[in-house]
């Protein structure tokens, strides 16, 4: 069963149903996309993540993965957008799953990382002074784990 949610882009980027968070990632034309909160390696928060300073790829908080932005992307919800408000298609989520809307604050819409910054990507995208953790272009490529397992 689907759920739909209608969002004021103005007062939530954020939106938890059941135990999946899903953030608004906008892109560097403007366009938004409501994404997966999910780090493809062990379930880190994407929203806390940086760009790195191609702009290609978001660098997770827990460990270092860097996950490409368009398979980000591809995680994406339905959504339709009119001004600042938002229609949302919540798939597989029944109506006695919890839906809240939230704001937070979403690091991976900031600027690129500086590239000078040790653990950055250099500015052409290769590796910086301490290495990427691992590289991620479709996010099918490394297993999940559920969140459990992180302890
Ligand atoms: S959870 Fe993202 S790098 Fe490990």
Redesign the pocket.
């Known amino acids: 069963m689907s759920r739909i949610v209608v969002m004021d882009l103005r007062e939530h980027n954020t939106v938890l149903a059941g135990h999946d968070r899903y953030f608004v990632l906008v892109g560097p034309d403007g366009d938004s996309h409501l994404v997966r909160d999910w780090?493809p390696?062990?379930?880190?928060p994407l929203s806390l993540s940086r760009l790195t300073p191609d702009g290609r790829r978001l660098t997770?908080p827990?460990?270092?993965?860097k996950v490409g932005v368009a398979a980000v992307r591809r995680t994406g919800l339905p959504m339709v957008r009119s001004g600042d408000e938002a229609i949302v298609l919540l798939p597989d989520t029944p109506d006695d799953v919890p839906v809240t809307l939230v704001h937070k604050r979403i690091l991976a819409n900031l600027p690129p990382e500086d590239p000078d910054r040790p653990g950055s990507d250099g500015p052409d995208g290769s590796a910086g002074p301490a290495g990427p953790?691992g590289t991620v272009e479709d996010c099918a490529e490394l297993p999940a784990l559920p969140c459990e397992e992180q302890r």
């Open positions: 780090c390696h062990r379930g880190g997770c827990w460990h270092g993965t953790a």
